[in-house]
């Protein structure tokens, strides 16, 4: 299954070392202004090879809209966007093509389907995510219209917290052959009350399919999130007063639909599995084996996840946005 | 949307105190042995009343099933059942009509639906839950012909985790007409390797969808969850030997798919927000009220949390495994 | 798949023998005036019993709404409605348990899910029809509001086409011990152009879907239909005026969207298959057997077809009234 | 809604005159073997300038294969396929920026979207059968696997149906300035009994929604079709003996179920709107108009509409293949 959302799909396809990465937007509103300009700079902003501290694959990631658009606005026609592969080394992992690394999908992809794509961990590979943040360009472009904006930051790395800190956590990490992970927050404004559902496909529910779906993610709270656990009812509870809610202890969702606060999010982000550090593991045949996986890695990818938590959420938003939109409609129309 | 789930797909009706609530299940296999007895005992799970400390309505809670059944074995055709609402008092809220309970859905719902059936929270009712049990008591049926089982427990309640620690905070909440909430893990053994998709519908971000759709649910974590933020990447990867992983950091699931570990999970219950002690609110004039939540109110909800993670854990690896049967069928028709 | 829909989304479950049959609808629009007389008088419609030339089972079929509608209108969770089968005779098809009936599912149900609930047909009874027709009925309501009426009609039976011509080929048949067929058309006034998407879900392919889904239909036509091979395209085309379309031989639909005129849909519906004439036959075991198929069955279904073909296109034209909605209300709310 | 299938998804993107048309297909089993020229001959065979009596428009129509597939077999992940546009004039298209076509989808696109790329029909120009017919050829290669093969032939031109008579029949529509339509039959041999459903996604429902999903197509039949309206249910029944069915006028499906048979189908094309001759239409600001089509445009697009129809028929009943191997690989495992 590699499309996501229900109103503003997103069909992605594309291997880390094959010839293209791309989606497809289905259901874009009409008549949205759009074109690359609006795509690129957010691309680049998951690009590696940015600072010393991170992996140095160097593309330009050059995103082209295929189709959908027309004269500067969306048609309503799927909006295809493709970014080519440039800077492939698959001689980089030739040696891995029998192996599974540790803390990768080598091992479960096979179990799945048999056999598999090992250059640069195929499909599996973050490199994937070229394609999300583009869709989620185009949906911040339609959320932008609606003013809702999206915002997700490093709120930790490996425990530390300020800024200083976390860069010598990293610095140490590549240091020693090893790797760091952290946590990110996403902040969105501006969403109006009322998107969700109030059974299975709540609004934190989405989210949390959204983001527990970036690989190396493996925790999501919303709002005081496991801090809730520990707070008595009388103390979780956001009271109200004449100006709306006097408290965020639910992150803006309450009972599955956005309650007009700010919508508050945290995510767990594990260390790269990819480190120099000797670790055993097996082949294909079962045989015991030592790996270190050489070459370009990230010690931290924590930054990089950054957009891709963005476009993420901004993808959940808007097809909720979509969703309640056509309530209003209906009723607009029969009351009209 | 009330539908769950891709080929093993339920779909609940039925609000707290309306006439009943129910499931159609479609999708299950044909031939699998299934009466009333099979879900019965797990839908008392979750009923409320069985001890002091708990919710004082009582209700059969009767499961009948009315299709899909044939002498004793499902027949591939829809499975609907029903639970009859009998223990119906809704003058009980007729003073809740107009007013928003803090922590509760009824603002929300509103900005949603332009209205509500107030009573009892209506369709965001915990009693809701009842749906989601009797379905996942099919699941599980299924899963257990495979070797697969689940199974959830309280592991701590407002931050208490043995159990006359957990007790006391309950009967102190309750004593001060206030609530707590707690952490409930939930572990599937037997689950084989290869279930679940490498990119969007990774089978974390299914359980995460799942889990965070029950209402009070605030956080989901899979293996080490938010603790992989503080480990080294060489601390946190599972390496392999001869026998398989040599430790189960990932919680089951690597890159999306599972590994053929236990798949490990842990999730937040905040505490359920109707208490006794006063309370700052507006009603839907926009008038400040003072409320204080009367009537039949568990202090802490999270026992009762368990047989509902229980279902929606089954209903996601039931799915993802009827998945990838698909695969292995069409590859071994085309070997044969 | 038991699920119709994608938007106002209708699962139904229920065997012709079994307990009960019914629907859950989700994604009504919330606040439309709703309750069981809106129903009742359609599903008494495809009732059979109700004249001398149609089937003998009698059964109120009395509709009742579990879910979904508080103080008599709709709220926007899903609205479940069940008929309770009454005048079960499962003993009438005993020795039918290990036949299969010529021009019935009897075999392909077999092959489909390796065994099945003989009774009547199981789940592939025309009965099943009755959880249609409820949600067909509520679907029209939510048109009504917005103008739009659907019209079925019976334009011939056993090629017949004047009413008394075709009382007379059902007499006929039913005196032979066999059956006859017809053709039904169909007539949706009111809809706005517009509805429908360009390439796969084209209104026309959708109802295509829609009334070839219904047993015993073997032909869908829209607008001229079959009779477009034969002209030229300069006849078929409908040309514009100040006033529209001078012509509707498009039936309403072109490039798959509405374009404001009448649609117009033709279906061909087979002789029923079950008739008391010996028919050569196997069993499950594949021996040859004889049959004639006594009891109560309808020398000719295409009356009862009728409001099944008005629910059916009712569900398509209202998905697709709030699909189009949902992107208006999206530029309106942009645009303000 | 560009995308169709439920297990073997085909998302299709590209307009007439815009960069590329492509498809990307989700949900292909992992290894079978595959690469371009398993689907250049077919797209070949739908590319227009083959003959004198075809549209003259000239197009390499080169696919490229962009991901899921790795050393010459498919990984299980997406498959992306992309058509450039080569040959495209826009110019020829200017003056119809603002004149409703008759017989195109000008107008109601209009309607549908509030505004639309003109450029040759956009979005819904026969040309996006390109992507059809590229993810078709890929699901024959899976169904050549599995023994099944599918057949599409004109059996009839303007009611002619000799190849000398449905020759003349396109010669004289040409010289006229007008155009001609016709009747297509579509066979599938090696269909095993079993696939489908029996209640709404019946495999003959789904022919029909595929192919009544191709422009132009405005009726479609399965077996006797609108002939079974004149037969009695003796003769239309087919009955069974020792060695099967001993005729075939169901078509090869029996209560929306493969019984085994040849399926049959056929379907109406319309005469192609685009003539030469004068006709009347109105623009967008409502003026009355009279318009000749120019340039290049087929006087008969029925022999054009095979492959197309292979594809579709061939992704139907790959995707009821998968859905029912599901079900027996379930059983499978549960026995073991």
């Keep these: 299954m590699n499309t996501f959302g229900k109103r503003f799909r997103c069909t992605t396809f594309g291997e880390s070392h094959g010839r293209a990465l791309g989606v497809v937007i289905d259901g874009c509103p009409p008549k949205i202004p759009l074109d690359e300009s609006d795509i690129q700079p957010i691309l680049d902003r998951r690009r590696p090879g940015t600072s010393d501290l991170v992996s140095l694959r160097r593309e330009a990631d050059r995103v082209e809209i295929l189709s959908g658009v027309f004269e500067g606005r969306t048609t309503g026609a799927p909006i295809a966007m493709i970014v080519w592969n440039e800077d492939i080394r698959p001689s980089d992992y030739e040696d891995l093509r029998e192996v599974f690394r540790p803390g990768h999908a080598d091992y479960t992809y096979l179990a799945r389907y048999g ?139 309450l009972g599955g639909i956005s309650n007009g606060n700010e919508i508050t999010i945290r995510i767990a982000v594990k260390p790269t599995p990819s480190i120099s550090l000797p670790q055993q593991t097996i082949d294909i045949h079962g045989a015991e084996r030592e790996i270190r996986i050489e070459g370009r890695h990230d010690p931290c990818i924590v930054p990089r996840v950054l957009p891709v938590a963005e476009a993420m959420t901004a993808l959940v938003i808007l097809d909720a946005l979509l969703e309640r939109d056509a309530y209003e409609a209906f009723r607009a129309h029969a009351s009209g």
């Design 115 to 253: 056999w598999r794509d090992h250059r640069g961990g195929g499909r599996s590979s973050g490199r994937e995510t070229v394609a999300r943040v583009a869709a989620g360009a185009v949906a911040m472009k339609c959320l932008g219209i609606r003013g809702i904006t999206i915002q997700a930051r490093v709120s930790g790395i490996h425990g530390a917290s300020s800024r200083d800190a976390m860069e010598m956590e990293i610095v140490r990490a590549r240091d020693r052959g090893d790797s760091v992970g952290g946590v990110v927050e996403i902040r969105v404004k501006g969403c109006p009350a009322g998107l969700g559902d109030p059974v299975f496909d709540k609004l934190d529910a989405r989210l949390a399919y959204a983001l527990m779906g970036i690989g190396a993610v493996k925790g999501v709270e919303i709002g005081e999130g496991f801090r809730a656990a520990l707070l008595y009812g009388s103390e979780n509870n956001d009271q109200m007063g004449k100006d709306g809610f006097t408290s965020n202890h639910a992150g803006g969702i």
